[in-house]
């Protein structure tokens, strides 16, 4: 067993007596006792338990989120003074950084040279949010009647339910938590059943900072836990991120009490070189495209699509460098790929070459299990791959890229929208007339332009078509946990201004 560092939490750093449930401001255990155990994808070995919620255990935080909203305890306090307290927390976020770090490598595998600078932008994030809690505004507004002074109020929702995958559960966390609070909104999380026990961390210094009890909450559990969540008739908006089709099954039973929804799912996303492209570069954008995070990412760019001039060399030093990548310890700064997140996420990617053997694809490189302690594949490469392959049109989640090869611009730009998805596309040209038109054409919510999987909290985040509802981050990131609310003030004209030759204001 690794050695892990010594926590600075207390009620959730202590893992020999199990990860409890937080609920109303108290740690607990589930009502019937009930555990799961937390697993390391690096060693193969359970290392933890953690409590898992049933239905009544989700309702007392649901009832908790909504009494904690009723009564103003957080949407009552001035907006500067939730902001202090978000930029404590961020504060926090940065003192613990190293535990939250390796509670979420233990979890998910994900490197360390991917948490430290993941981390200081969950915190980063917590301080964009707690600046715009004071920007908050409505609008004051022409009157369409003689006689009325209207104006418009932005006001928190009431209870969200974040629903977070376990890919990045404190990042994709932050984008939800921390714009819900910043508005004055209570929270229910529920992790990802993979990687619970960060985000309990991230809670309990929700408490520290001084986020009133009931105001964060967090339900530990599988998808019935979460469905429980999103069904309970107090919840004002689910926030979820997380695969395609369970952010549809979200949404329609979201739709039975009117919840709203913020999508964010999943993607297959093209990266277009182009004949004039950097093709170092490029291959560098296309590595991290595709092999960061072990490509469990959902904007990975999973579909190369390359100009016939450039095909073979690009393939070759993409397949060259996906080989030499070394794969061993998360924690270890010098590893490049780590582990897939879980024996579940081995099983499905091993599918892939299974269907990618059958369908007679080209590997150049990967396309099998390393033989490795960990849930590791190798770096896998399928060149010339047709575009109604499985390959090219699944979110595969690992580290596989499917090559493709184009002749014209019109040629790419079909191939590249040849799919349901719509999260993100990469452009590399030294064009930039060629680059506006693709990015004008190119149906995705993010296209980056000699670059690629650069994100960060001043933009927009989220996706058409089967990628999601809704965005996530950026400054307008926030009113999407809000309501809006028409005042109409009668200012009490005499009353032969005030009314029509009806006596009628309503026009309805
Ligand atoms: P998942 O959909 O299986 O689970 C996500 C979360 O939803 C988990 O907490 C899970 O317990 C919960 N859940 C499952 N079924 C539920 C239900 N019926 N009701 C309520 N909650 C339920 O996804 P995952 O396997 O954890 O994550 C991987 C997926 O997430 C990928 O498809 C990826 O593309 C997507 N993703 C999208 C983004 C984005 O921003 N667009 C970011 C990261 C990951």
């Not at 390393?370 to 575009?387: C, E, I, K, N, R």
Request: charge should be negative; glycine fraction near 10%.
């Amino acid at each position: 067993m690794r050695r892990q560092p010594a926590s600075t939490l207390r009620t959730t750093g202590n893992q020999a007596s199990g990860f409890p449930l937080l609920i109303d401001g108290r740690w607990c255990e589930a009502r019937d006792g009930a555990r799961f155990s937390a697993h390391d994808p690096y060693l193969e070995q359970d290392w933890g338990e953690i409590a898992d919620a049933g239905p009544a255990d989700v309702d007392a935080a649901v009832v908790s989120a909504y009494d904690a909203f009723v009564d103003q305890r957080w949407s009552g306090l001035l907006a500067s003074e939730r902001a202090r307290r978000l930029l404590h927390l961020a504060d926090l976020i940065d003192r613990n950084a190293t535990s939250l770090i390796h509670q979420q490598i233990f979890e998910n595998g994900k490197l360390i040279s991917e948490m430290q600078p993941g981390l200081a932008a969950v915190a980063g994030d917590c301080r964009f949010f707690a600046g715009l809690a004071e920007t908050l505004q409505g609008a004051t507004v022409a009157p369409s009647r003689p006689g009325f002074t209207t104006f418009t109020l932005r006001e928190p929702m009431g209870v969200v339910a974040a629903i977070t995958p376990w890919n990045t559960p404190l990042g994709l966390l932050a984008w939800k938590l921390f714009p819900a609070l910043a508005a004055g909104n209570t929270v229910v999380i529920k992790p990802s059943e993979v990687t619970p026990t960060s985000t309990l961390m991230l809670a309990e210094l929700a408490l520290e900072a001084g986020i009133p009890d009931g105001a964060v909450n967090v339900v530990t559990g599988p998808a019935r836990t979460g469905a429980a969540l999103v069904g309970h008739p107090l919840v004002a908006k689910v926030a979820f991120t997380g695969s395609t089709a369970t952010g549809q099954a979200i949404a329609a039973q979201a739709a039975g009490h009117t919840a709203r929804v913020t999508l964010e799912l999943g993607g297959k996303s093209p990266n277009i070189l182009f004949a004039d492209a950097d093709v170092d570069r490029a291959v560098n954008g296309v590595m991290a495209g595709i092999f960061a995070a072990t490509g469990q990412s959902c904007m990975a760019g999973s579909r190369v699509l390359v100009h016939t001039s450039l095909f073979d060399r690009f393939c070759e030093a993409l397949a060259e460098r996906g080989s030499r990548m070394i794969a061993g310890d998360p924690l270890d700064a010098a590893t490049q790929l780590g582990p897939l997140a879980s024996r579940a996420q081995l099983q499905k990617v091993l599918g892939y070459f299974d269907i990618a053997r059958a369908e007679g694809l080209q590997c150049l490189t990967g396309g099998l299990r390393l033989p490795h302690q960990g849930y590791f594949v190798a770096p896998t490469v399928y060149a010339d791959v047709p575009q109604d392959s499985r390959l090219a049109r699944e979110e595969i989640f690992g580290p596989v890229a499917v090559v493709m090869r184009f002749d014209t611009e019109t040629q790419a730009v079909a191939m590249a929208n040849n799919t349901r998805y719509g999260l993100a596309a990469g452009i590399w040209t030294e064009d930039l007339r060629l680059a506006h038109r693709m990015i004008h054409r190119l149906r995705a919510g993010t296209v980056w332009v000699n670059n690629y999987r650069i994100i960060g909290h001043t933009l927009p985040f989220g996706g058409y078509g089967l990628s999601g509802i809704g965005r996530e981050m950026g400054a307008a990131a926030l009113e999407a946990y809000t309501e809006t609310k028409s005042v109409w003030i009668d200012m009490g004209n005499p009353v032969e201004f005030a009314t029509g030759p009806m006596g009628d204001r309503h026009g309805l």
